[in-house]
């Protein structure tokens, strides 16, 4: 499978989505190349038979077949079952079957994007986000605007271009941005999703291999040691060149203790500051 994912220019997946988004690329690709080469056969057939030379008188009757009409009724119809029987039922589970964390167990996450960064938001232990404030905004010290005297507020955490998350697990990400439009990518978990000014989007998936899986599958390979990005996949400005971030993906188990080890070092933070 790696191989053929390579032939396509496709990077391998790690996610439960992911052999249902290559399978529509493959084949709307194979039709994109199939149009290609008829419709440019048929201009250079229609070039070479319908010519001046050979054509002196025009004929106002035109071609009589009706060729070209059941190729265009044929296209129409593979078009209609990529839409029908791929593309619409892998929109519909993801605009309908959005997890969360009390009925599905899915581990919640807000993202925040902004010029030229993307802000992971975790709730803490308690699993309730606390409230954001635009008031609140301090770029060095408080860049979502956290408010940690609401409720579920005081054991939040963020950071900053690091986002972890457990394998084998949904995780839903709630996207939004502080400025203009960012797309939020992860290539290979198959996931693009435009974050727009004044909107929350909730974007789900579900990893299936760890980052050190990951590292040891690209062993032989021109990726070789690159870990996962986040990506920016939309020009936001003279920055965008550098906005990106990186998705570690852990086990059930390095996942909290890395959840424990920001508890604790919001501790000792907030301990210091008093």
Same mark, same amino acid.
């Given at each position: 499978?790696?191989?053929?994912?390579? =032939?396509? $220019?496709?990077?391998? !997946? /790690? *996610?439960?989505?992911?052999?249902?988004?290559?399978?529509? &690329?493959?084949?709307?690709?194979?039709?994109?190349?199939?149009?290609?080469?008829?419709?440019?056969?048929?201009?250079?057939?229609?070039?070479?038979?319908?010519?001046?030379?050979?054509?002196?008188?025009?004929? =106002?009757? $035109?071609?009589?077949? !009706? /060729? *070209?009409?059941?190729?265009?009724?044929?296209?129409?119809? &593979?078009?209609?079952?990529?839409?029908?029987?791929?593309?619409?039922?892998?929109?519909?589970?993801?605009?309908?079957?959005?997890?969360?964390?009390?009925?599905?167990?899915?581990?919640?996450?807000?993202?925040?994007?902004?010029?030229?960064?993307?802000?992971?938001?975790?709730?803490?232990?308690?699993?309730?986000?606390?409230?954001?404030?635009?008031?609140?905004?301090?770029?060095?010290?408080?860049?979502?605007?956290?408010?940690?005297?609401?409720?579920?507020?005081?054991?939040?955490?963020?950071?900053?271009?690091?986002?972890?998350?457990?394998?084998?697990?949904?995780?839903?990400?709630?996207?939004?941005?502080?400025?203009?439009?960012?797309?939020?990518?992860?290539?290979?978990?198959?996931?693009?999703?435009?974050?727009?000014?004044?909107?929350?989007?909730?974007?789900?998936?579900?990893?299936?291999?760890?980052?050190?899986?990951?590292?040891?599958?690209?062993?032989?390979?021109?990726?070789?040691?690159?870990?996962?990005?986040?990506?920016?996949?939309?020009?936001?400005?003279?920055?965008?060149?550098?906005?990106?971030?990186?998705?570690?993906?852990?086990?059930?188990?390095?996942?909290?203790?890395?959840?424990?080890?920001?508890?604790?070092?919001?501790?000792?933070?907030?301990?210091?500051?008093?």
């Amino acid at each position: 499978m790696l191989e053929f994912l390579k =032939h396509y $220019g496709l990077p391998i !997946h /790690l *996610s439960t989505a992911g052999p249902g988004i290559d399978e529509i &690329i493959v084949l709307t690709h194979w039709l994109m190349l199939f149009l290609f080469v008829g419709w440019g056969a048929f201009f250079i057939i229609s070039l070479v038979k319908f010519r001046a030379s050979k054509n002196p008188k025009a004929d =106002h009757e $035109g071609v009589k077949s !009706h /060729l *070209s009409s059941v190729l265009e009724v044929a296209v129409a119809v &593979i078009e209609i079952v990529l839409l029908i029987g791929f593309a619409f039922p892998i929109w519909a589970s993801r605009v309908n079957d959005v997890p969360t964390a009390a009925e599905d167990g899915a581990v919640h996450i807000r993202v925040i994007a902004q010029q030229f960064a993307w802000n992971i938001h975790y709730p803490g232990a308690d699993g309730i986000f606390g409230e954001t404030k635009v008031d609140l905004v301090d770029e060095e010290e408080n860049p979502i605007g956290l408010d940690r005297s609401s409720v579920g507020g005081s054991d939040d955490f963020y950071t900053i271009n690091q986002m972890h998350i457990p394998v084998n697990r949904k995780i839903r990400v709630d996207l939004s941005t502080k400025d203009v439009i960012h797309s939020f990518k992860l290539p290979e978990l198959r996931v693009g999703q435009d974050a727009i000014p004044g909107m929350i989007i909730p974007v789900h998936f579900e990893a299936t291999m760890t980052s050190e899986e990951y590292l040891q599958k690209m062993a032989d390979t021109p990726r070789k040691g690159k870990g996962l990005e986040i990506v920016c996949a939309q020009l936001c400005g003279l920055g965008h060149y550098r906005m990106r971030g990186y998705l570690t993906i852990d086990t059930e188990a390095d996942y909290k203790s890395w959840l424990d080890s920001e508890a604790q070092y919001l501790e000792e933070y907030e301990d210091d500051e008093w």
